[in-house]
Structures are given as C-alpha cells and as structure tokens.
C-alpha cells in the first residue's frame, strides 16, 4: 500500500517523522519580528547548554541593543559586521565589502563545529543584493557542520534560502507603529 499523501500545514503521524541533527530556519517577510524570534531562540539554545554565535550583516557597531547587551551577558559570540542601514550608506562599496568579510566569517564558523546555533541576522539583505552569491550561500549552508543549526533573517529572503530551508516563516506587516510615525523604543524595537 502507498504511503498517503499529506498537505503541508498537516504534521505526518509521529511513526512518519525522522530525527534530524540540525536545521536551517528562515524568518522573512515585511513584519516585524523577525530576529527577535531568532533571538529568543538565541536563549532558549544558552539555556541548553548550547554554543551560539551571532552575525549581523546590516546593523553596524554603534547600535546599542537590548539582544548585543544579553548576549554578551550570557557570553554569546556575537559580531556586528555591517555599517548601518545601506539606504543611509554614503560608500556602498564599504557596505558590500564588510558583507563579504561577514560571510567569510560566517563559511568559516558553519565549518568549524564549533556552533550549535548560528544566527545570520539580515543575510537575505546582502544574498538578495547579490553582494554574496545566493547559490554559493545556500550551498554552503546546506553543507554546514552536521550539528550547526542556522537561522536566517531578513526581508525578500532569495528562493536559494527558502529550497535549503527546513522551516521558513513569512511574517507579514498588518500595522506597524512606526507607519504612523511612533520612533523606535528601546527595549522593545532595540
């Protein structure tokens, strides 16, 4: 008898379901809240003894954030990479060479084994670009450290992401303070 067939948003029965030894997790979409799921798997991995690591591609050092403070707390590697928003980038040629070095960092830590948990916080930015060649990070992340988890963030993520992914989640934008021109609070946008 043939296995059936199941739709997607029905999970298979648990004798149908494999183990597996890590994951790929993209979480895209115009909403907010992308990384901040991302880091509040950030904790929930610290608290399971794992070792994680954190790359942000866009946000530059001078932004003083409520997750960079936690990190460091909880002694979360973490490297702030970009130089800020690209759209206030007065050399964007600096923006996408620091893009670069991130990922060359980033190759060289999905290798490594070192990581249970790597954060690629506002990859899909650089990907979409093309700064990074989507097929050459999407190879490279399918072939990760076996025990890596990844998780992916950022607007637009490039079909390449989305096919090596395990789970992607599409947040979407109902309302967002910001539209109607409420500033960002600390604690929670930062």
Known sequence: MSQPEYPEHVPKP????KRTESVVIVNTGDGKGKSSSAFGVMGRAWARGWSVGVVQFIKGAEWNTGERKLADHLG???????DGFT????????????AV???????????SGDY???????????????????ATVAQTIAKR?????????????????????????????????????IMAIKGIDY
């Open 101 to 111: 070095e991130a990922w060359q960092r980033v190759e060289a830590m999905l290798q």
């Open 116 to 134: 249970q948990l790597l954060i690629l916080d506002e990859l899909t930015y650089p990907v979409t670009w093309e700064w990074i060649d989507p």
């Open 76 to 82: 979360v590697e973490w490297h702030t990479m970009g």
């Open 14 to 17: 648990l004798s149908e379901r």
């Open 145 to 181: 450290s076996p025990k890596t988890n990844v998780i992916i963030t950022g607007r637009d993520a490039a079909p390449e992401l989305i096919e090596i992914a395990d789970t992607v989640s599409d947040v979407r934008n109902v309302k967002h303070a910001y539209d109607a021109g």
């Open 87 to 98: 759209w206030d980038s007065s050399d964007l040629d600096q923006s996408r060479a620091r």
